[in-house]
């Protein structure tokens, strides 16, 4: 990372730009981040939990190994066809949520208050997912496991997610291939590489691309679709954002180019 900057903490009112922090400071913003930490205490009741209500290590391995095959399916169809959908935007009662969810995110990728998903959200959505999966398994002490088994995966992801957007060249030739797609979803077509850390899935629905020559740059990679028309039509999340609709980043922050093979 070039430069120095004055302010170790890169923090702008509640706000961590991503786009100018180094990895020392993410770790720092991780690590004390207020969801994340509500995690972690998750992540130590389910152990406790799956202790108490033991169900044997076989159900247990087997309660974690279904969580991590059932969650990269369950992230891109979140992704794919909700996240990225234009259903929610168009009723005033679904607009906010769709707004904090993703809408904020794309327009401004850098921002780390947007990139971790709302607890209030994530949280039901990783119970409804792994509880009942481990339960089947192996009763109470295996959904537990699985909860928190789903809990950690997401704070894997979150990290990760947060590499794709930081100001850093990551030295894992694979971390770098990974944080390459990403970079193309937000910063070209974001029809595509839905995936975080894995694009097994994308491969196998056909939505996986490597370089932006693979596709054309679509012209709605940072609004979802939600333009001027549509906020006319809808103008809800207009109205919470306080401003028309971007169809690109904030200028102030380095632009990230889409990757080719090569960089990748």
């Not at 944080?179 to 979803?185: D, I, P, Q, S, T």
Request: proline fraction near 6%.
């Amino acid at each position: 990372m070039s430069g120095t900057l004055r302010n170790p903490t890169i923090r702008s009112g509640r706000s961590f730009d991503l786009g100018k922090m180094n990895l020392r400071q993410l770790w720092i913003a991780y690590l004390t981040y207020p969801t994340i930490l509500l995690y972690f205490a998750l992540i130590v009741v389910s152990v406790f939990l799956g202790a108490h209500f033991f169900a044997g290590w076989g159900a247990t391995a087997a309660s974690i190994l279904a969580v991590m095959l059932v969650y990269p399916v369950v992230w891109y169809s979140l992704h794919r066809w909700i996240l990225h959908g234009q259903w929610l935007y168009k009723s005033r009662w679904t607009a906010s949520l769709w707004k904090r969810i993703h809408f904020d995110h794309h327009q401004d990728p850098h921002l780390l208050d947007v990139l971790f998903g709302a607890p209030a959200t994530t949280l039901p959505t990783i119970g409804a997912v792994t509880i009942p999966v481990g339960w089947l398994i192996g009763g109470w002490g295996a959904a537990a496991t699985a909860f928190g088994a789903g809990v950690t995966i997401t704070c894997i992801y979150e990290f990760f997610h947060c590499i794709q957007h930081l100001n850093y060249k990551p030295k894992a030739a694979w971390i770098q291939r990974m944080k390459a797609w990403h970079v193309l979803h937000h910063f070209h077509d974001e029809d595509g590489n839905f995936g975080i850390t894995s694009y097994v899935v994308d491969r196998a629905f056909g939505s996986f691309y490597e370089e932006a020559r693979a596709r054309p740059r679509s012209p709605s990679v940072f609004n979802l679709g939600y333009n001027l028309e549509q906020a006319k039509r809808y103008p809800w999340v207009m109205k919470l954002t306080g401003s028309p609709p971007r169809d690109r980043p904030d200028g102030g922050r380095p632009a990230a180019r889409p990757a080719s093979r090569d960089a990748a």
